[in-house]
């Protein structure tokens, strides 16, 4: 089940897909959610804000940078 945030990145890009896809304009999005980035430093070092944010998570854990930068670089 996406969040609200999701869904509106997923729309979007959908819409652009819809709008460009027949002048040869490829739509992606990558939605990593909770990453250990500087970003989202602060959840690092709160173990009990940490374990919030992750609870949502079907893994119980974060993503690292990389994992994803396979995805961005191909």
Do not use: W
């Amino acid at each position: 089940m996406l969040t609200c945030q999701y869904s509106a990145v997923v729309n979007i890009i959908k819409t652009f897909a819809i709008g460009c896809g027949n002048l040869g304009v490829r739509c992606n999005a990558i939605l990593p959610g909770l990453t250990n980035t500087k970003f989202f430093g602060a959840l690092f070092t709160h173990e009990d804000i940490y374990s919030k944010a992750t609870f949502k998570i079907r893994m119980r854990r974060h993503a690292e940078p990389n994992e994803i930068a396979g995805t961005v670089y191909t």
